[in-house]
């Protein structure tokens, strides 16, 4: 005889599980295995630029698909679980989103690394295209003005901030536009969305002087 889980359970072990492979530091540990610790090279930061500046180009994109998976994993198998429980769909989004924020918690506030961790560009790349279709399109095209950014100016940290505030924009203009999406369903996804965009930009505050100034390091895709 199954033993059917509570809800509330189900999302606590979900969005505990979400956190601890969100927080998995795979800049950190590509780093250790080479012998350099990125929290004392180049920007000091794990993530996949400063890992890719410190340990050669192929990390960097290493790390930024490890960084991406660990936040659409958990959130995608979230998803498939949590909406074939019998609850409302505003509900549902809701408890989504709070697996999913585990998920860039773990990593910009790692356990193993006493809570310093990168910036959470990759990891919320990984989320958004996991909560199909709402961030999914949005997401996409997020990470297409990233690409063409980082190529034309060299500057990952752009490149990340034009891509959140892309987001933000595409998921509006679906907002708006889709028939079937109604704000009583939607509204968790709205705050989620411009949550997690501000927490990015943020985080790229020092970046964002150093743009300013003039000082902020290049770093090329090719």
Request: glycine letters at 10%; aromatic letters at 16%; one cysteine or more.
């Amino acid at each position: 005889m199954l033993i059917k889980i509570p809800l509330v359970y189900q999302v606590a072990g979900l969005a505990l599980l979400s956190y601890f492979i969100g927080s998995i530091p795979f800049g950190f540990l590509l780093g250790r295995f080479k012998g350099i610790d990125l929290r004392r090279q180049g920007s000091n930061n794990i993530g996949a630029t400063n890992a890719g500046r410190v340990l050669g180009k192929k990390y960097f994109f290493l790390v930024l698909f490890l960084d991406a998976a660990k936040g659409f994993i958990p959130t995608l198998i979230a998803g498939q679980i949590l909406f074939r429980a019998n609850a409302s769909r505003p509900l549902m989004n809701m408890l989504w989103l709070i697996v999913a924020f585990c998920a860039i918690a773990g990593h910009n506030w790692p356990c193993w690394l006493k809570f310093k961790g990168g910036k959470g560009v990759a990891t919320s790349l990984g989320v958004v295209l996991a909560i199909y279709p709402y961030y999914t399109f949005p997401g996409l095209i997020a990470f297409g003005v990233w690409i063409v950014l980082v190529k034309l100016t060299s500057y990952v940290s752009l490149g990340s901030i034009a891509a959140a505030a892309s987001f933000l924009f595409g998921y509006l203009f679906l907002l708006i536009t889709q028939s079937t999406w109604t704000f009583a369903d939607q509204w968790p996804l709205l705050l989620f969305a411009s949550f997690m965009v501000s927490v990015l930009i943020l985080r790229h505050w020092s970046n964002i002087r150093r743009l300013r100034t003039g000082t902020e390091n290049k770093f090329s895709l090719e």
